[in-house]
């Protein structure tokens, strides 16, 4: 059984830096296109980035320049970098994980992600 399991959120100050976690385990890691969601309360979840199986990614507009992702295979584990964070960023966000679509050029739709991690909070204070 698939399993994601996202860490490292935390509560920042505007203009920090965190660093988000989700490791992947019962499957090959190398197998999924990963995604980065976020959802605020009171807020449809939104895409955040994509880490496509072709090496390839890409970013939320609202992030972009800000967030970047990068993977250790050795660990199975994706990460989530954020810089520059803002108070607008504040969310719980979660990694997931689909085995159909190679391509990391375009986010896609939260529910072409078939396997969920239970999230990590981030909070930035202005």
């Known amino acids: 059984q698939v399993q994601l399991v996202e860490s490292g959120g935390g509560s920042v100050q505007a203009g920090g830096s965190l660093k988000l976690s989700c490791k992947i385990s019962?499957?090959?890691?190398?197998?999924?296109?990963m995604g980065w969601f976020r959802q605020a309360p009171g807020k449809k979840r939104e895409a955040v980035a994509r880490?496509?199986?072709?090496?390839?990614?890409n970013y939320a507009e609202s992030v972009k320049g800000r967030f970047t992702t990068s993977k250790d295979n050795a660990r199975d584990t994706l990460f989530l970098h954020l810089n520059n964070l803002k108070p607008e960023d504040t969310a719980m966000y979660y990694c997931?994980?689909?085995?159909?679509?190679?391509?990391?050029?375009?986010?896609?739709?939260?529910?072409?992600?078939?396997?969920w991690g239970q999230g990590t909070q981030v909070t930035v204070s202005s």
């Open positions: 880490f496509g199986r072709d090496g390839n990614s």
């Open positions: 019962g499957a090959t890691f190398s197998r999924y296109s």
């Open positions: 997931a994980a689909e085995d159909i679509f190679a391509s990391g050029w375009t986010l896609i739709p939260d529910d072409r992600y078939h396997v």
